[in-house]
């Protein structure tokens, strides 16, 4: 029986000397092979490409004396520094309101994920046309209740960039907060048992017990978000589009204004620009995961 199997065995290497494979590398090449043919074919391909677009040094020439890309980078780091602070801290604290065990509150918090959960297309058009002026629901709420015009949200620069970061920040906050409440139960409640039983207020409980336990976690998903953050698109592009007169652009949105203008060097300049903020991220990300 065992010559029978070596004859078979090599068989399927094709010479006798080569090295064999087992039934389960077999199988394991040709489950791989589809997920490497796209990966190929939709990441390295298009990411390579993207590269060599814009090895053009006289293109980062023209970016820098594009007054836009000065604005969008400004505006980059407005979004990350407001948005993911505000962000992780809002999260922070309700994670602590949510874990309780209310009915009341566990029906509170189906509502609260709808915005995460519901696609980012309809939801954000949906605040847009809210926001509109002349016949948003908003201006007409305020116009009923003040008898007075409401603001033209997203026509000026300032309040239509904290516009898209509101929304940011509504739409990302339920997964955060759920990612923070589960960390929260990690915390042993016979910590919490001894803290009442010495007198503990809130804040101590909070300073003492939650903080120190959680700091690990919340650190890395502060840092997760961040390098999502950089590649959000839809926050700013489905509410402001840019506008206005440019002036709203972030650098994942930016290329869209080069590639409107036909200026596709440009808009893969604008991207890679975006890789001295991603990769130090990525690195401390993974020295953290790597711990």
């Avoid at 065992?2 to 006798?16: K, L, R, V």
């Avoid at 566990?106 to 509502?111: A, E, G, H, Q, T």
């Avoid at 959680?214 to 698109?233: K, N």
Wanted: hydrophobic share 55%; charged share 10%; glycine share 6%.
């Amino acid at each position: 029986m065992a010559i029978t199997i070596s004859a078979s065995d090599s068989a399927i290497s094709g010479t006798p000397g080569a090295p064999r494979l087992s039934t389960p590398q077999v199988w394991g090449i040709v489950l791989i092979a589809p997920y490497l043919l796209v990966f190929l074919a939709f990441v390295l391909y298009p990411v390579g490409y993207g590269f060599w677009l814009a090895r053009h040094p006289a293109s980062y020439v023209a970016l820098y004396h594009d007054p836009i890309f000065a604005r969008a980078a400004v505006n980059t780091l407005i979004f990350l520094v407001i948005g993911i602070n505000l962000k992780m801290l809002i999260a922070l604290f309700l994670s602590g309101f949510f874990v309780q065990q209310r009915t009341w509150i566990r029906w509170l918090s189906v509502i609260f994920i709808l915005p995460w959960a519901v696609p980012s297309i309809p939801t954000i058009l949906s605040v847009r046309f809210m926001l509109n002026p002349e016949w948003g629901m908003v201006n007409q709420l305020i116009f009923r209740f003040t008898g007075e015009d409401g603001p033209n949200w997203l026509n000026d620069p300032a309040v239509a960039l904290a516009m898209a970061i509101g929304v940011h920040i509504w739409k990302s906050l339920p997964f955060w907060t759920l990612i923070l409440m589960t960390g929260r139960l990690a915390i042993s409640l016979d910590l919490f048992e001894a803290s009442d039983v010495d007198g503990a207020n809130w804040w101590q409980k909070f300073r003492f017990i939650t903080w120190p336990s959680m700091r690990p976690l919340y650190l890395t998903c502060t840092l997760l978000s961040m390098i999502w953050t950089l590649g959000d698109f839809n926050s700013v592009y489905l509410l402001t589009g840019g506008g206005p007169a440019d002036l709203t652009h972030v650098l994942s949105t930016l290329g869209i204004r080069y590639l409107r203008l036909d200026e596709l060097n440009l808009a893969m300049a604008a991207i890679v620009c975006a890789m001295p903020l991603v990769l130090p991220l990525v690195y401390f990300m993974m020295k953290r995961l790597s711990r």
